[in-house]
Each structure stands twice: as structure tokens, then as C-alpha cells.
């Protein structure tokens, strides 16, 4: 009696002491707050119904505190809940004491065993489903390093995490699924994850989480869980399957998404999922509300997504023919994996609603059609009315759209130009024939194009057509003043004429008249030698070898001559430009 009377007088309540109490209940001792002290150290072990002597008392009333009421409330379900006489008295107070306990988010072994004999799914309401996940979801870790003074919690989905503390080694830690990290922290903030702990589920309640679920899905913990759940089965079926997401599971992943806390990464997971939901409902044969996943996919941020994802939601706007939606993305984004066929619809659509005004980025992906050869009339047509290009595509072009009975616009008069600026002329013959027999010609653009003609036939050697000649023939012939036509016709023309075995009699007289012209202006070359079949020819010229020399333009080359064989020095001797860079002797 001395001894209980002095341990409750200084507060003793550790385990150790309970053997002293068990001797004063035992001995029923009258001592004031014998009772409240004897379950105050009533060991975690304890596995014995307390007397009836006992629970009568505390059933009158008592000072307990919440660890010393959860000890006895747990014993009276344990082993006193079939007794009427005895579980009377204490379940309204137990039903009370485990609301209260619940919405203050406590747990502990004995708060496990009364929330699973008083907490039923069908008392659960939204109030209570706000906090009762994290108690059954808790956990019980034990660490033994005297160092440690918290268990953190990271969540791979969250950018937030948790501390616990720890009081005697235990800690009670909702971890909500296998993904949760757990990282021991000591008094001076560093942290440790090789650290040796035990755990345990400190009770079972999937019945309940699921029922929390139901009246509040917003919970963050529940929320995601489902959210992965619903990722997994997606990524599991494959993203071929357009059917494979319910709108529930749907709904489900938006609510995920509105987290703040949500991880980017995370976030970004959840968003492809949403997009490969959203498309698919939208794709020809797709099932689900077009209207509303046509409204999501153009209020998502598109920044943050892939290019394929981009270009997933571009395919279907297309298909639900949302044009200038899926254009105003591909201006922005560009328009990498995007096949050719949606681009080409999206492209001839556009440009109908523009009324083929010209427009660069238009006219840049109706070139890219036209190399993957999926053009049809519509671009073929822009292009021929728009395009600039090297001369091969502009080429390709031209050809194509001819083939296609389109119009060409003035598509061959500006590649016919662009060939005689460039000098690129190697296919300029197939182009002037185009031009000419299709469209009403320019005198200065003909007049350019035999000229350069003329060029490349006499100072280049390069052969010409006969349509060449008959030009320059004509020309000459319907000219009043023979003295302004170019020296370069007369030139081409008479050497033209030398090389030809006979010549009508007009051409006759014309070779006669315009030789007489380029030798008045002091032009003699190699092949007047020939010539002199059909037009007179000064005879220095008939009994002496001209040599002729091309060259560079005002330049002034230099014959080195040495005549007889004995000679062992060679002489200097000037030559005379005729024309342009030509230099005989």
C-alpha cells in the first residue's frame, strides 16, 4: 500500500511499475487513482479482459487521458462486447471517443482495434472520408538508431513531403503505396535511407478506403492511387486500344491533374494518357464525348508536350475538322510527325479558306507535299502561281502540274527567266518550248532567251537547235536597220552557215550581207575560211592560218612564235580582239 500510494503520488506510469499496481488491484487496495495508474502502465502485451471491478468504476466516470481511455476502451471490445451488462455502459462513449480520435488523425494499436470495432463503411460520410484514410493507411516504423528523430516520407508524385517524429523509436506514418520513400532524419537535418527499421500496417481497412473513395474521390492520397491504377491498366493494354479508358477512369485522371502538389513529371504522365483518351474519341470510329475532348485537347497547355503528342492532337482536330485549330498549332509547333495525308488535307483546306492568297508557311508545306508526291491540283496550282525556287523545283513543278492539266500561271515565264539570270540552262530549250506553245510570250524575254542561245553556240560551242537559227534568220531578215541587230546573232549565224554543206539562195544572199557587216566592223575568224563558199571573204584570209584564242575578256594575250627550225628564240607577237575575250592571229 506504501509503496502504489508513493509511485502515484510522483506520476509514476512507466511499464515497470505495473507490477506494483497489479499487486494493489489485486489486493484491492482503496487508493485514489489506483485504477487510472494500473492502465496508465498497462504493458503493449497485454492480453487479459480487466476486472469487472474496474470497468464498473470507470464506468461512473473518470479523468483518464486518451492513452489511458484508448488502453480501456480496446479491453472492453475485446473481451466485454457480447457482455450487456458491462458494453452498456461504455458504447456511446467509445462511438465519441474514436470520432474524436479520428478527426484529430490519431492512431495507435490500441486506436486500431477500436476504429475497426466502431468504424463501419456505412457511417462513413464526406466529413469522415477526409481524414480517416490517412489513419488506415498508417503504418507503424521502428527504428532503433537512438539517433533518429524523424521518419520522412517522400511521394514520388508530389513535389511535397511529410515528417513524422518519432516518440520511443515509433512512429505512425500513412504510406498510401509501394512508390512511397521513406528517409530517417536525425536532430542535426541529415538524412539517411540505409538506416535499419521494421514495419508494420498498424490495421486493415480496404473496405473502408474504398467507401472514402466513393463520398470523397478529391482526397489527394485516395486520388492518386486510383490515378496510377488507371495508368498502369492503361499502359498494360497498350495505347492501340481506343476503348481501353472508361469515363470514369477518365474523370479520374482530371481530378489528378487539378493536384497543385503533383509532380511534373507526373503531371506530364497523366496528360499523355489524357491526350491518347482525347484523340482516340475523336478519331473516326471513336467512341466518347468529341465535343468535350476536342475542348481539352485545345485548352491544354501544349508547350510542356512531345512533338508526337503534339501531333496526335493536330491529326485530330483534322479529322473532326477543327482546321484552323490544327493550323494555328502547326504554325506554332511546326509540323514534324504529322503524315503527309493529314497534312495535305489540312493544307488544301487552308488554302481554300484563304482564297489562294499567297502565304509563305503555306506555301512551304505545299512544297513539302509536293516532295512526298501526295500534291494534287489544289497545291499543284498554288505552287505554279507562288513558288520560287531553285530551278530543279521549279522544274519538278511545272512538269508535274502539266501532267495534272493544271494551270500553271506565269509558272514557266518565271523559270525561263530565273534559267537566264542563273545560267542554269541545261533544260531552258524543254521550258522556251513549254513557254511558247502555252502561253502569249514577251518580245524581251524571247529576245533574251535566243540570245543566250547565240552565246553558248558561238563562244561556248555548245549546240543549238535549229528553231535557233530560223529565229535569228527571221530576225535578221524583218529587222530595217541590220546595223542594231546584236553582232551575237550575226555571229552565231554565219558560223551557223559554215558548217552546213549547202544554203538555200535567201540564206545565200543573208550570209552575204551580214558577213560584209562583221568584216566593216573588223570581226575575221576561223571558220570565214569555210564560209567564203557562200559570201566573199578577203583573201589574206583564204592563204594564211588564223589562229584563234579564247579567252578572258580585255585581256591581253601573247603568241609566242618560232618559224624556222633553227631558231631558238621565241618571239613575241600580239593578238587582236575581235569580240569578247576572242583573240586571232
Known sequence: ???????????????????????????????????????????????????????????????????????????????????????????????????SQLFDGKISRDLAVIYQNVIYPEVVDRQLAQVLPS?????????????????????????????????????????????????????????????????????????????CFQVYPEHPSLLLNACQKVLYQEEREGEGLPDSMTEEEERILLKALAEPSLHSLYKKKIMSALIRRCVCSMMPGGQGNREKAAAFLLAADKDSMSSGERAQIMRALIAQGCYSEAYDMLCRYGSERLGTAELKKLVAKMLLDSLMREDERLLSLSFQIFQEGQADSTILDYLCEYYNGTVDQMFCILLAAIRAQTDTSDMEERLLCQMLFTGCTEKMDRVFDLYASRKKTREMIVKAYFTVKCIEYFMEEKPAQDKVFAYLEGAVYNSSDRDKIPDIYLLALTKYYSSLPSLRREQQELCRTITEVLLEAGMEFAYFKDLSRFAAVPERLLDKEIIEFHGEKDSAPVLMVRVLPEEQEFTCEEMKEVYKGIFIR
Open 1 to 99: 500500500s506504501a509503496v502504489c500510494a508513493m509511485l502515484i503520488r510522483g506520476g509514476c506510469r512507466g511499464e515497470r511499475y505495473f507490477a506494483w499496481y497489479e499487486k494493489g488491484v489485486e489486493e484491492k487496495l482503496a487508493l485514489t487513482r489506483l485504477y487510472e495508474h494500473y492502465l496508465y502502465c498497462l504493458p503493449e502485451d497485454y492480453e487479459k479482459p480487466l476486472s469487472r471491478e474496474m470497468l464498473l468504476y470507470f464506468s461512473y466516470g473518470s479523468e483518464l487521458n486518451e492513452k489511458g481511455k484508448a488502453r480501456l476502451y480496446r479491453n472492453v471490445l475485446e473481451f466485454y462486447r457480447d457482455d450487456e451488462s458491462i458494453f452498456r455502459f461504455y458504447e456511446r462513449d467509445i462511438e465519441k471517443f474514436a470520432l
Open 135 to 211: 489513419v488506415l493507411k498508417s503504418n507503424c516504423i521502428a527504428v532503433k538508431d537512438k539517433n533518429i528523430r524523424y521518419v520522412v516520407v517522400r511521394h514520388e508524385e508530389l513535389t511535397v513531403e511529410d515528417a513524422y517524429p518519432l516518440t520511443g523509436g515509433t512512429a505512425y506514418v500513412p504510406l498510401f503505396s509501394s512508390r512511397d520513400i521513406l528517409m530517417f532524419q536525425d536532430e542535426a537535418g541529415n538524412r539517411f535511407m540505409s538506416t535499419p527499421y521494421e514495419t508494420s500496417a498498424a490495421m486493415e481497412g480496404e473496405e473502408l478506403a474504398r467507401r
